[in-house]
């Protein structure tokens, strides 16, 4: 996997982790997943939580944001409950059979 991805996913589970107590771990999904860089593309990432709402994602948008900054990157997060997740069909089943999970210590782990 590309460093630069590499980056991404520890600064992000880093900073989950420190600010959310139910941080549940990541996915990491999409054209990143051939291990190469892609100048132009944006990094792929379904984030756990045990609740979701607004307030959340208006505390995890200024932590992407610094990260993006940081590594000249763009990540699309979605950030989702296991059963937003689940209800989202096409991402679900899109994620489920290419994706990669990432603990909350942004440990790669098998499902």
């Given at each position: 996997?590309?460093?630069?991805?590499?980056?991404?996913?520890?600064?992000?589970?880093?900073?989950?982790?420190?600010?959310?107590?139910?941080?549940?771990?990541?996915?990491?999904?999409?054209i990143?997943?051939?291990?190469?860089?892609?100048?132009?593309?944006?990094?792929?990432i379904?984030?756990?939580?045990?609740?979701?709402?607004?307030?959340?994602?208006?505390?995890?948008?200024?932590?992407?944001?610094?990260?993006?900054?940081?590594?000249?990157?763009?990540?699309d997060?979605?950030?989702?409950?296991?059963?937003?997740?689940?209800k989202?069909?096409?991402?679900?089943?899109?994620?489920?059979?290419?994706?990669?999970?990432?603990?909350?210590?942004?440990?790669?782990?098998?499902?």
């Amino acid at each position: 996997m590309a460093s630069q991805v590499n980056d991404v996913i520890k600064r992000l589970s880093i900073a989950f982790k420190r600010n959310f107590e139910d941080y549940k771990g990541l996915y990491l999904f999409g054209i990143f997943l051939d291990g190469k860089e892609h100048e132009d593309e944006d990094i792929e990432i379904v984030a756990l939580f045990d609740s979701e709402d607004k307030s959340k994602r208006e505390q995890i948008w200024p932590i992407v944001g610094k990260i993006e900054t940081a590594l000249g990157v763009c990540i699309d997060l979605y950030p989702y409950t296991k059963e937003q997740f689940e209800k989202d069909e096409e991402l679900y089943k899109e994620v489920m059979e290419d994706g990669l999970f990432f603990n909350p210590l942004g440990i790669m782990e098998d499902r």
